[in-house]
């Protein structure tokens, strides 16, 4: 049975239109492909379609090697809290609709500790945080 890739499934605006509304919901998602320039943009075109809608949005690129201390000092300074407090202020983001987006280029780059802290806040703050991944196939 022949694969499908993505394209065979949806176009480019519906892919970009499923990431962003799976991640404003305060959701992870997760985009791989074996062309790292394709990925890179619809993560692209997500972004825009993510400051077209006016959400807070953090983007980086994990190429330049973000471990979870990192991570967290740049949510909490997004939010404008203290590191300690990030945890509680992701939850009241959930809790109003208002879920932190972020968008990670080179997924597969995050250390190991970033994408464990990733996956508890996205897990524990009740859709506080929306986190696109985009990467390799092995990310």
Known sequence: MPENSLEDLLTTDELVDQLTSESMAGRMVLLVGADPEAVSE???????????????????????????????????????????????????????????????DNAECLAADARALLRALATQTESGLGVIFGGEPDA
């Open 42 to 104: 619809r993560l692209g075109l997500s972004v825009e379609k993510l400051i077209d809608f006016g959400v807070e949005l953090l983007r980086f690129d994990a190429l330049q090697f973000h471990t979870a201390d990192s991570l967290l000092a740049e949510l909490a300074d997004v939010l404008g809290i203290d590191s300690e407090h990030v945890m509680v202020g992701l939850k009241v983001r959930g809790q109003t609709g208002n879920p932190l987006l972020m968008v990670v």
